[in-house]
C-alpha cells in the first residue's frame, strides 16, 4: 500500500508541472470510452495530458471531480475535491498539529481504482507558496521520496 501511495503522490505531484491541455479529439477512443462508462453523467469535462497519462476535471452530483486514465484507458484514480471541514478528524487533527497556524485552501480524497485504497490532500500555504501534503485516512502523513 506504501507504494500505491507513494506512487499516487509522484503523479499529484509532478503532474501540474507537465500537464498539456487538450480538446475531446485529442484523447484516446479507449481514454474516452473508460471515461464515458465510469462517469456517464459528468458534466463540463476538461483534458489535460499529464507523464502520458490523460486527466479529466469534471462535475458530477454537483462535486468537482477529476479522474487519472493511463494511455490505454485503464482508470488509475480518481480525486473528489472537499471542503477542508470534511476531511476526516484524524486528518485534520494531523494538519493542525504539524501544520499550525496554516490555513488549507483546498482539500480532497483520493481513491486508487486498482485497489480502493484512498488518501486525502490538502492544500497549504507555507512561508508564502502552496503545496499539497497527502494523509491517510488515520492521519498519517505520506511521505514523498
Do not use: H
Amino acid at each position: 500500500m506504501k507504494n500505491i501511495l507513494l506512487a499516487a503522490s509522484a503523479l499529484l505531484l509532478a503532474g501540474p508541472a507537465f500537464a498539456q491541455k487538450l480538446t475531446p479529439g485529442q484523447v484516446p477512443a479507449a481514454v474516452a470510452a473508460t471515461f464515458q462508462e465510469a462517469f456517464p453523467k459528468a458534466t463540463a469535462v476538461k483534458w489535460e495530458k499529464e507523464n502520458g497519462n490523460y486527466e479529466a476535471g469534471f462535475r458530477q452530483a454537483g462535486a468537482k471531480m477529476s479522474a487519472l486514465l493511463s494511455a490505454s484507458g485503464q482508470l488509475k484514480e480518481t480525486e473528489t475535491s472537499l471542503t477542508p471541514s470534511a476531511l476526516p478528524a484524524p486528518v485534520r487533527a494531523a494538519l493542525a498539529a504539524r501544520y499550525k497556524g496554516l490555513k488549507v485552501n483546498e482539500a480532497a480524497r483520493i481513491v486508487a481504482a486498482d485497489t480502493g485504497a484512498v488518501m486525502y490532500e490538502a492544500e497549504v500555504r507555507q512561508n508564502g507558496k502552496t503545496r499539497d501534503v497527502l494523509f491517510t485516512a488515520d492521519g498519517g502523513e505520506v511521505v514523498k521520496e
